[in-house]
Nanobody
Framework: QVQVVESGGGLVQPGGSLTLSCTAS????????VSWYRQPPGQERELVAS???????YYDFSVKGRFTISRDNAKNTVYLKMNSLKSEDTAVYYC?????????WGQGTQVTVSS
């Protein structure tokens, strides 16, 4: 069983930046697909960004140009760098790790964008 853990959430003002981190028990393999999802209050969970081997990262149109997903294999961590944050980015952010047709979720981290 792979355990996924997110960190880095918090309260930030509109226009600010925040970086989320995702780690997994053992190692995040180069062949794993790691995705960030978010669930705004009262809404469905939605895919924000995804990174996988040998393909360019995917971004939802609502975050393209503002968010950057990246991985640091030496630190066994996938990051979501979020810039120019808006109130509509407020949500619980979840990391999802896909490996050999199995998918593992973290517990989520709250991001609140408010003045």
């Amino acid at each position: 069983q792979v355990q996924v853990v997110e960190s880095g959430g918090g309260l930030v003002q509109p226009g600010g930046s925040l970086t989320l981190s995702c780690t997994a028990s053992g190692n995040i393999l180069a062949t794993d697909t790691v995705s960030w999802y978010r669930q705004p209050p009262g809404q469905e969970r939605e895919l924000v960004a995804s990174i996988t081997n040998n393909y360019p990262p995917y971004y939802d149109f609502s975050v393209k140009g503002r968010f950057t997903i990246s991985r640091d294999n030496a630190k066994n961590t996938v990051y979501l760098k979020m810039n120019s944050l808006k109130s509509e980015d407020t949500a619980v952010y979840y990391c999802n790790l896909g490996r050999q047709m199995q998918y593992y979720w973290g517990q989520g981290t709250q991001v609140t964008v408010s003045s």
